[in-house]
């Protein structure tokens, strides 16, 4: 499996299985058959409410000598309710006890906002963090101590602007391993991927194929979802691809690591095979002159109205 190096010395497996949106059953069968058919990579978080199941999945997997730990790169995410420097640690062994690991490859501040200290959402604009008063340096810092704890192996953030990722460099002088955020030809975010790609900031991307399973997002504007966009189908075929291969090896030819999310063995098999598949010249120009804009993920899903989180637009 094709790796990208990190900032702090780290590989990352270029391709993973994305855990959001799986039913706790799904996800121990989804990690299973993903470690058995050969993924090194699953992404998880403690808020995705399956860890325990991944955890299951993985755990026995290198039981039953499919895959070993050290050869197995998991991702968990800190949830916005452990901002507190002095929860950082809690939140992060909740997870490291729910997965059953002793550590994890990479953790990731999951969202640049924070919520009072045991609220999972938030109910009201009070329930926020103000985070004049918690800058999220101080959470980064706190999750930069879990590394030299040996809880984790790298650092980095979800979800991070330009301008929130400029201040908690400057704030913390670390420049986080990983950015994960939102990237597929209809957000391919190209100023926070050159900014990245300067900063030495991995990228990651979620939702690569435009989040199917979330109907109420799929359609924008009259536009087909990413997954039947015309151009992408058009260039799938030619490339001897499913337009979710497409889009996959689109995402790593980009230089970026790519977690798509499946819970089908059809599928979870299809996707690993574009790992390895070379784009043409002419595939990767085609998807990028690709100028439908959509972003399927908005915070504004659980951000009630009238609150800002650092900022009026959240994404800035
Ligand atoms: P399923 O889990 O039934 O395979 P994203 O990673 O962008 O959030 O997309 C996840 C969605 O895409 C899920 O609905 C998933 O369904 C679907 N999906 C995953 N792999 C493929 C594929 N190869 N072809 C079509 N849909 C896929």
Not at 37 to 40: D, H, I, K, R
Not at 102 to 111: G, K, P, Q
């Given at each position: 499996m094709k790796t990208f190096t990190l900032n702090d010395g780290n590989a990352i497996p270029a391709f993973g299985l994305g855990t959001w949106k799986s039913s706790e059953d799904d996800a121990y069968r989804a990690v299973k058959e993903a470690l058995r058919?050969?993924?090194?990579h699953i992404d998880g978080a403690w808020i995705y409410q399956n860890e325990d199941e991944v955890g299951r999945g993985i755990c026995e997997s290198i039981k039953e000598g499919i895959i070993k730990r050290e050869e197995v790169f998991v991702t968990s995410k800190l949830w916005n309710s452990f901002h507190a420097p002095e929860d950082v640690e809690k939140g992060c062994r909740e997870t490291l006890t729910k997965l059953g690991l002793?550590?994890?490859?990479?953790?990731?501040?999951?969202?640049p906002v924070a919520f009072r200290s045991g609220k999972l959402m938030p109910e009201g604009t009070e329930d926020f963090w103000p985070l004049s008063d918690l800058p999220l340096s101080k959470t980064f810092e706190a999750m930069l101590k879990l590394r030299d704890q040996g809880l984790v192996k790298s650092v980095g953030v979800s979800n991070f602007s330009i301008s929130k990722l400029e201040k908690m460099i400057a704030e913390s002088g670390v420049v986080p391993a990983v950015n994960q955020v939102e990237l597929h030809p209809y957000n391919p975010q190209e100023e926070l991927f050159s900014y990245c790609s300067d900063k030495g900031i991995h990228l990651t991307a979620y939702s690569p194929l435009g989040s199917g399973d979330r109907p109420k997002f799929l359609r924008h504007?009259?536009?087909s979802p990413v997954l039947e966009n015309?151009?992408?189908?058009v260039t799938a075929a030619e490339e001897g691809l499913t337009p979710a291969q497409l889009?996959?090896?689109w995402a790593i030819d980009r230089g970026t690591s790519v977690i798509p999310k499946s819970a089908n063995p059809g599928r979870i098999a299809e996707n690993l095979a574009a790992a390895s598949h070379t784009l043409s010249a002419k595939a990767r120009?085609?998807?990028?002159?690709?100028d439908t804009r959509f972003r399927y993920v908005d915070i504004k899903e659980w951000c009630l109205p009238g609150i800002t989180c650092e900022g009026d637009n959240f994404w800035v």
């Open positions: 058919v050969g993924y090194n002793e550590y994890v490859d990479l953790y990731l501040m999951h969202w504007k009259g536009e015309e151009i992408v189908k889009l996959i090896a120009s085609a998807i990028n002159e690709i």
